[in-house]
């Protein structure tokens, strides 16, 4: 038995087949700073609502998968110190020894998908980093969407990272990746790559469509919906890339590796910009969590293919 406690407002739409949409922790935990991360953790479950979902976001707290935060709970994971930053491989031992964690995005869609929840909304996932030919860091995030049934809604994979190489893993892995209503993918903090998306739609329905789709077809895994930073929050790519480099030869001095070094860099570029970075993530993940609701409504109305 999997200890897991679920929300009141969770509860309750599972009762009724409400649409929800998962959040992670680890944006809150390791991605942003207090009191900023509450801040943004609370506005993010709003705007679910306001759009006619609930949110559902997910932790392991003494050892219990906490599906959907009350209030009070998500105040404190904002302060608490020593929370792991849990993926596929630590997950089920952070339940089994009581441990406290945040989830990535690869945890998140294990417990969404245990719970019967669909849709995941994220600011960027976790890819392939800079340098992986040396360090192999590649993230668990990627594999996750090749196998487990949830849309994950991101405005792309972090541009910290190695952006051709993170999507040229995720063809490999057979994983769709669809921009939203734009021909390009989007890069974050920014609305536009240079790289053309693999797969373009313009309406929730159509998304809604092709996971059903997917399910119907025996294939296993998720998709990847890539949501373009709205125009007046971006940073454009090109101010942003002597930052990147010089928080990437930062990390590379200090022997930051594995688990640490995305906390690392966005940290610093947080820094650099002089909070300008936060202020776009904030807006890239709301953004997000807007669509995420919208796509978790169509699911609900239509029905599965046959
Ligand atoms: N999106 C954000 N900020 C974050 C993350 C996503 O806007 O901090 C987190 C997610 O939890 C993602 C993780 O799974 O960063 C990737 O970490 P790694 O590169 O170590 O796999
Ligand atoms: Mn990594």
């Known amino acids: 038995m999997i200890p897991m406690l679920y929300s009141k407002e969770v509860a309750k739409a599972l009762e009724t087949g409400a649409p929800i949409v998962a959040l992670e922790s680890t ?9 900023q991360n509450v801040e943004t953790a609370r506005l ?3 705007d679910i609502r306001h759009a006619g979902a609930v949110p559902a976001t997910i932790a392991v707290l003494g050892g219990v998968l906490h599906i959907g935060l009350e209030p009070e709970t998500l ?11 849990l993926s596929r491989a630590d997950m089920a031992a952070c339940i089994a020894t009581g441990g406290n964690g945040a989830t990535t995005v690869a945890a998140t869609m294990i417990a969404a998908h245990l719970a019967g929840i669909h849709v995941f909304a994220t600011g960027g996932i976790g890819g392939v ?15 996750e969407l090749a196998q487990t049934p949830v849309t994950v809604v991101a405005a792309g994979a972090k541009a910290i990272l190695d952006l051709p190489k993170t999507f040229e893993v995720l063809e490999t892995l057979g994983v769709p990746v669809i921009a939203f209503g734009q021909d390009m993918l989007p ?5 536009r790559s240079d790289m053309a998306a693999p797969l373009r ?11 059903q789709m997917r399910t119907a077809m025996g294939l296993k895994g998720g998709q990847l919906v890539t949501n373009p930073i709205p125009k007046d929050a971006e940073i454009p790519a090109n101010e942003l890339a002597p930052i990147i480099t010089q928080a990437l030869n930062e990390a590379e001095t200090a022997g930051i590796n594995a688990k640490a070094v995305t906390p690392f860099l966005l940290g610093r570029i947080f820094e650099l910009t002089e909070g300008r970075s936060l202020t776009a993530n904030i807006a890239l993940v709301r953004n997000n969590a ?9 699911m609900r ?6």
């Open 129 to 143: 980093h800079k340098g992986a030919e040396e360090s192999f860091d590649i993230s668990a995030d990627l594999h």
């Open 290 to 298: 807007r669509l995420a609701a919208q796509i978790a409504i169509a």
């Open 44 to 46: 993010v479950e709003d």
């Open 75 to 85: 105040d404190q994971l904002g302060q608490a110190e020593n929370v792991a930053k």
């Open 201 to 211: 739609m313009d309406t929730v329905e159509q998304i809604a469509k092709s996971q």
């Open 301 to 306: 109305q239509e029905p599965a293919p046959r």
């Open 187 to 191: 890069a974050f903090w920014s609305a």
């Open 27 to 35: 944006i809150i935990t390791h991605g942003m700073p207090f009191p």
